[in-house]
Nanobody, 123 residues
Framework: QVQLVESGGGLVQAGGSLKLSCAHS????????LGWFRQAPGAEREFVAA??????NTYYGDSVKGRFSIARDGAKVNLYMGNLQPEDTAVYYC??????????????????WGQGTQVVVSA
């Protein structure tokens, strides 16, 4: 069982920055991957970023590439969000799977989810 708790959401003006954190705990095995997703009202859940415990690379969705970065910090995985725009407004979720990089960008591939944290970007 894996527990995930997000924090760091809030209200920010366009062009600003935020850091989201995902604290993860629990016993895990396999090729572990932690991803960030977001979901705006009326929209599907969208892949934002991910990293693997066994891979030095990081992975990003096209809409955030060059503005967001993901990194591990001990038992946390942080999402650094820069140059935020109103279209980044969404509930942000972290998610975990232990099946490696296969279907990295598909929310259906992830087993555990946090409760989400709201990010609102004002124009």
């Amino acid at each position: 069982q894996v527990q995930l708790v997000e924090s760091g959401g809030g209200l920010v003006q366009a062009g600003g920055s935020l850091k989201l954190s995902c604290a993860h705990s629990g016993r895990t095995f396999g090729a572990q991957v932690l991803g960030w997703f977001r979901q705006a009202p009326g929209a599907e859940r969208e892949f934002v970023a991910a990293l693997s415990w066994n891979d030095p690379n990081t992975y990003y969705g096209d809409s955030v590439k060059g503005r967001f970065s993901i990194a591990r910090d001990g038992a946390k995985v942080n999402l650094y969000m820069g140059n935020l725009q109103p279209e980044d407004t969404a509930v942000y979720y972290c998610a975990f799977k232990s099946s490696g990089l296969v279907s990295l960008r598909s929310p259906e591939a992830y087993t555990y989810w946090g409760q989400g944290t709201q990010v609102v970007v004002s124009a």
